[in-house]
Structure formats: structure tokens, C-alpha cells
């Protein structure tokens, strides 16, 4: 039995084995998911338009103080304990009160026989006696100058006593108990709890930039991609450091953190700049690439949100405000996705994939 090319069945198996070898073929000419190079995208976003810097910021106490005896003595009581909470008012230290309470008790004394005294030379006076009145003014010195030993000795007894002056806490025992100390001599260090604060400091490169530091918000973060805590400007010293040229900005916590906080632990101080209507969009660093052409480039991926796509090399106008930050001033839009690192491996037009990890990390 003879078969005829022109014949349907023969026409329709022609054109299935060309569907079937055309299809694989054009299959091997494409990339597979697991041969596209991956790329790490950042969406850029309208709120970046007024750019944020982070520091390291140390907490701190809304006020420290070393506290010391206006007088000296031997302490015997020493209830204060490092690291515990007190209340104001509350006894921290005593001194031995044993010699400050006889000098009381002789200045009790020295102002009863000046006393005396003056009343009998005011009755000699009276009758004519032979006091004269400059005897009766050394009388009346005398008395006067008892009541003032009496006020300083009541006054020492009462500084044998250190008492807390706020609500605070106990940082550190700078002596032991029992120890004889001098006046001034600080004993004790308190930490004012009421509110905590946290310390920053600006170079003064950037304080240029920035402006006014009052007028900034400020978040404080303790651990990365952790919450935010909003942050209250509350002052800065207006001279810069001898070490950095930097200027010290002190803010106050305003939310009741996730975990105690106590002073001299550090956390990251995010301050978000205020926004400029042509202040840009403000990219990483290796985002943006030099082509030879000496004009700068940046990697937009399309299409947008997809898992594959292709990369577009596209020229921007870059600014760096502050030597160290990226602003994107012309070529970008919020809501566009760029090549976030690695951009000097990229061609123009390259077929990538979104980068989701390494394979293989759990």
C-alpha cells in the first residue's frame, strides 16, 4: 500500500514533530530558575526621600551623682546595696555618731555659761556696778558665738547621716564599712532612674547637614530589626569633643522598653531626617556603579515583585550630602526595585532571579 505525502495524516504528523522539536529547542535555549544569578533588590521607598543615620547610642541615668559626707568620720552602717532600688529620703550610710554627739552636747554647755554670763553683766549694769559697756557687748559676743557652735555641731550630727536625695539606683560602694573617710570624699554613686536618656554623638560634619538637632525625630533600637522606641530630644553640648570633633545630642526614652534597661548598655539611635521636596531617594552605596563612560548607573529590576525578571541598567544623578550616604537625585522613582549589591556583575538587559538565602539554610 502506497502513502501520499499530501495525505492529511501526513501533513498533521509533519507539523507535530515540528511543534514537539521546535518547543525543545527553544526550551535549551533558555536559562532554568537554578541558572539564573540571584540578586539582592531593595524597594525604594517615599520615606527614604528623607534618608535616615544611625549611631551608637549608650544609655544613661536622667542624673548621676557621687555622694559624700560633708563631714569626716568612721562609717558603721552601710545598708546600701549595688544594684538595688532606694527611695528618697532613705538612709544609705552612717558615720559614727558618738563624737559629733558630745561636741553637741559641749556646745550645749558653752552656750548656757554664755548665757550666764551675759545676765550678770546686764544686773551689774543695772545696779551700777563696775561693768562697763564694753564688757557687756564681749558678754553678748560671747553668747552669740555659742549659739552658732551649737548650730554647727547639730549641723554635723546631722550630716553623719546620707540619705538618698531622689528615687534611684544603687551603682557602686566606692568604700567598704568601717572605713574612716574625709569630707568630700565620695562613697557612694546613685543613678537617678526617673527617666532614662540615651547619648549620641554628631560628628560635626554631619551636625552641618542636618541642622538643628531638636527639630529631628529619633527611635532607639536594641537589637537589629528589633522593635523602635520613640526617642524625646532633650539637649546637647554645644562644644565639640576634643576626640572626633563630635557633638554629644542626649535624648530621653518616652516608651517603657521590652526589657530593663540600665545605664552604660548601648543600642542603635535611628534619626530620621526631615523630608525636602528635591531631596532624593537615597540608595545604598554598591547599589550605584561607573560605567566607562564616567557617567553613574543603577540596576532597576522588572518586573516588579516578581521572583524573575530582567535587570535595566539606568543612569542617575547621585549626591553625597554628607561624604557618606547616596542620595539618587533624578532617574528613580519610590516603588521601583534595584540591584541592592553587586551591580559591577551585572550586564544590561541579564536575566536574574530574586534572591531568597542560601539553598539549603534552614
Known amino acids: 500500500m502506497a502513502f501520499s505525502f499530501s495525505s492529511p495524516a501526513i501533513r498533521l504528523f509533519g507539523l507535530l514533530f515540528v511543534i514537539v522539536f521546535g518547543t525543545s529547542a527553544l526550551q535549551a535555549q533558555q536559562p532554568s530558575n537554578s541558572d539564573l544569578k540571584p540578586v539582592k533588590l531593595i524597594t525604594l521607598d517615599a520615606a527614604e526621600t528623607a534618608g535616615e543615620r544611625r549611631f551608637l547610642g549608650r544609655i544613661a541615668a536622667r542624673e548621676t551623682v557621687d555622694l559624700a559626707f560633708q563631714i569626716g568620720g568612721q562609717i558603721v552602717e552601710f545598708p546600701a546595696i549595688e544594684g538595688s532600688l532606694v527611695e528618697a529620703d532613705e538612709v544609705l550610710a552612717q558615720l559614727n555618731r558618738a563624737p559629733l554627739e558630745r561636741a553637741v552636747r559641749q556646745a550645749e554647755l558653752s552656750l548656757e555659761q554664755a548665757e550666764r554670763n551675759l545676765q550678770r553683766n546686764v544686773q551689774l549694769q543695772q545696779r551700777n556696778a563696775m561693768t562697763t559697756e564694753a564688757q557687756l557687748e564681749d558678754a553678748r559676743t560671747s553668747r552669740d558665738q555659742a549659739e552658732v557652735g551649737l548650730e554647727d555641731a547639730r549641723a554635723a550630727l546631722d550630716d553623719a547621716t546620707l540619705a538618698s536625695p531622689f528615687d534611684g539606683l544603687v551603682a557602686e560602694r566606692m568604700v567598704a564599712n568601717r572605713t574612716t573617710v574625709s569630707a568630700g570624699q565620695p562613697v557612694l554613686r546613685l543613678h537617678d532612674m526617673s527617666e532614662l536618656r540615651v547619648r549620641i554623638s554628631i560628628p560635626e560634619r554631619l551636625l552641618g547637614v542636618i541642622g538643628d538637632p531638636s527639630e529631628l525625630a529619633y527611635q532607639l533600637q536594641l537589637q537589629d530589626g528589633g522593635q523602635r522606641y520613640a526617642l524625646a530630644y532633650r539637649e546637647f553640648v554645644a562644644e565639640a569633643g576634643r576626640i572626633g570633633q563630635s557633638y554629644v545630642v542626649t535624648l530621653a526614652i518616652t516608651e517603657t522598653p521590652s526589657r530593663p534597661l540600665l545605664p552604660g548598655a548601648s543600642g542603635t539611635v535611628i534619626v530620621q531626617l526631615p523630608a525636602a521636596a528635591d531631596a532624593g531617594l537615597t540608595v545604598p552605596v554598591t547599589a550605584v556603579s561607573i560605567g566607562a563612560d564616567r557617567q553613574t548607573y543603577v540596576f532597576v529590576f522588572e518586573p516588579t515583585g516578581a521572583d524573575e ?5 539606568v543612569p542617575v544623578t547621585v549626591e553625597t550630602p554628607d561624604g557618606t550616604t547616596m542620595v539618587v537625585t ?33
Open 330 to 362: 533624578s532617574g528613580l522613582r519610590p516603588g521601583m526595585e534595584i540591584v541592592a549589591t553587586g551591580a559591577h556583575r551585572l550586564s544590561d538587559g541579564e536575566a536574574v532571579r530574586r534572591f531568597s538565602g542560601y539553598r539549603g539554610a534552614q
Open 309 to 313: 525578571g530582567r535587570v535595566q541598567r
